[in-house]
């Protein structure tokens, strides 16, 4: 099973701030088979980015993804009021799929 | 527009069984693999079970298998989890969620609940 271990578990900041969001695999991830999801409370996550660096439908060029085999970064480049969530990166390329433990962007 | 709408949760004993409903609306259900995840109160997300778009091909977390099936009805644009010998740590709120061709889940329901206590 492929762990993905994210970091900061807490990212505190400001609007207006750029954020940079880590995943880290256990083992290589097939084919950059990798999403990222935001969550609010009391909500269903969002797809943000699927295939490491590809925008879901909709959603805003603030945000960007990178990375490939062991190591992902979802940045976003100016914080507004309504992505302080939780963000969870998901691999997809080898059974079973597995999320990351979540890094919650704090407003400062 | 596209919906999925869960139900089917509730509280049940351990070693108790459950099934849960997704209804999909907006879009060509058949053409498409879902997936089952929860999320325990509190805690992040767990991939739970996915399904091919001909239910040919049905995969599970180790953590559910030989314990909860996942099936589909296309005719009915319906994808189902039947969850048997329940234990405590599957308690979660249980969402179904469509799987796009390039990977990851585009689309969510809003949630089951899915208590499992004494």
């Known amino acids: 099973e492929i762990v993905l271990t994210q970091s900061p578990g807490t990212l505190s900041l400001s609007p207006g701030e750029r954020a940079t969001l880590s995943c880290r695999a256990s083992q290589s991830v097939d084919s950059t088979y990798l999403a990222w999801y935001q969550q609010k409370p009391g909500q269903a996550p969002r797809l943000l980015i699927y295939g490491a660096s590809s925008r879901a439908t909709g959603i805003p060029d603030r945000f960007s993804g990178s990375g490939s085999g062991t190591d992902f970064t979802l940045t976003i480049s100016r914080l507004e009021p309504e992505d302080f969530a939780v963000y969870y990166c998901q691999q997809y390329g080898s059974s079973p799929r597995t999320f990351g433990q979540g890094t919650k962007v704090e407003i400062k | 527009q596209v919906q999925l709408v869960e139900s089917g949760g509730g509280l049940v004993k351990p070693g108790g069984s459950l099934r849960l409903s997704c209804v999909a609306s907006?879009?060509?259900?058949?053409?498409?693999?879902m997936s089952w995840i929860r999320q325990a109160p509190g805690k992040g997300l767990e991939w739970v079970s996915y399904?091919?778009?001909?239910?040919?091909?049905?995969n599970y977390a180790d953590s559910v298998k030989g314990r909860f099936t996942i099936s589909r009805d296309n005719a009915k644009n319906s994808l189902y989890l039947q969850m048997n010998s329940l234990r405590a740590e599957d308690t979660a709120v249980y969402y179904c969620a469509r799987v796009i061709a390039a990977g990851g889940d585009d689309y969510w329901g809003q949630g089951t609940l899915v208590t499992v206590s004494s």
């Open positions: 907006g879009f060509t259900f058949s053409d498409y693999y």
């Open positions: 399904i091919s778009s001909s239910s040919s091909y049905t």
